[in-house]
């Protein structure tokens, strides 16, 4: 299987293009032209999974960090994050990060996390804007099946937890057909009116191009009438951060032990203890405390993220919502083993996926 090809599968599961602005994502090193039978995942790229990669016969490895999260004036032999790309290169193994892709999408990052935790009636805590577009075509009677089957299988009319939607409705279509056209209805140089449906459905921009090229082939007409419009409704299916409630109640104590046990963290930082009980809980992987103020419009007893601050902490005391720090690494501690499953999903047995054994925290506790 060609590089070329993997990226195009991955581009089309997860966002990659939706994030590229505001995150290193994408395929990072490579040759598109090399054929790709072994992939490797990990959290991020270091040393030992490169060794581990090379030994297995992998020549992609597919993080969940970047390795390059700022520029870069070299790439050497050293042992810093983008100089593995270096070594990388020279052992022709190319490189793909995904990051942020992976947190935004329901079945990604904060949706796993949230359901480790137990949470249950899962939803965005955050959800996208300005990624939807709302795509109208006229269709003729016989064709509006086809055509909204074409549009569904590339990506449109998927609103949360359904797809396939659509809305239809009837109406007149009239044109002249010139001369040298080959109308499906009609004659050239004769005035032509003719019953249509008009068929609307909303789609994420990161799939427009792929539903405008199927609708256009599943169409009948030589010319086919269409409009995309931008909409301000906020997405349901990309999004930060995840929220949901326990089955019932419990004490804070209590939950907060179960999150220590679930992330594998022999302690958390939190902004107060509270002898409330905790029945909603937001969490955003990572650096999330930009989510906080999120979780507290959402009436969220705990958030639990990484990366807090001593004035988050602060700041959060008279908050009614308690902040949580279980660190960047705890909270995307399964971040590998999300990744694989959804490649797993991709390419069945078209390729050998391996876990990576070398997934670590940057910091050690002593």
């Known amino acids: 299987m060609k590089l070329s090809e993997v990226v195009k599968k991955i581009k089309e599961r997860l966002p990659i293009e939706l994030v590229a602005d505001q995150d290193n994502v994408g395929l990072i090193s490579g040759d598109l032209d090399d054929d790709c039978g072994k992939m490797t995942v990990a959290y991020e790229l270091n040393g030992d999974v490169l060794e581990e990669a090379a030994n297995s016969g992998s020549n992609l490895i597919v993080t969940y960090h970047t390795p390059l999260y700022r520029p870069t004036r070299s790439f050497t032999t050293s042992n810093s994050s983008p100089d593995y790309l270096f070594r990388a290169t020279r052992r022709s193994i190319n490189v793909f990060t995904v990051h942020t892709a992976l947190d935004v999408v329901r079945d990604g990052m904060n949706f796993d996390l949230a359901s480790r935790l137990g949470l249950k009636n899962i939803r965005y805590l955050s959800p996208l804007t300005d990624t939807l577009r709302k795509i109208v075509v006229f269709v003729p009677q016989d064709h509006i099946d086809k055509v909204r089957s074409a549009m569904s299988k590339n990506g449109a009319g998927v609103i949360g937890n359904y797809s396939e939607c659509a809305f239809a409705s009837e109406g007149e279509g009239s044109f002249l057909p010139g001369e040298g056209s080959v109308p499906y209805v009609g004659t050239p140089g004769k005035p032509e009116r003719t019953s249509e449906q008009r068929l609307e459905m909303v789609v994420d921009k990161v799939s427009l191009g792929r539903v405008v090229q199927a609708m256009l082939k599943a169409h009948p007409y030589e010319e086919v009438a269409y409009d995309v419009y931008p909409i301000l409704n906020t997405s349901s ?121 070398h997934d670590y925290d940057s910091a050690v506790i002593v």
């Not at 992330?263 to 990572?286: E, H, M, T, Y």
Request: glycine share 8%.
């Open 237 to 357: 299916n990309f999004g930060f951060g995840a929220i949901g409630e326990l089955e019932e109640e419990v004490p804070a104590e209590k939950f907060l032990e179960r999150v220590k046990n679930v992330l594998g963290q022999p302690f958390l930082k939190i902004s107060r203890l509270s002898d409330a009980k905790i029945k909603r809980v937001a969490v955003c992987a990572g650096s999330g405390v930009p989510f906080y103020k999120d979780a507290v419009r959402e009436g969220a007893d705990i958030f639990i993220t990484g990366d807090v601050k001593h004035h988050d902490f602060r700041e959060s005391r008279t908050r009614p919502t308690v902040l949580a720090d279980a660190t960047h690494h705890g909270t995307e501690r399964f971040a590998a083993e999300v990744l694989q499953r959804i490649m797993k999903e991709m390419f069945k047995d078209r390729f050998v996926i391996n876990l990576s054994k």
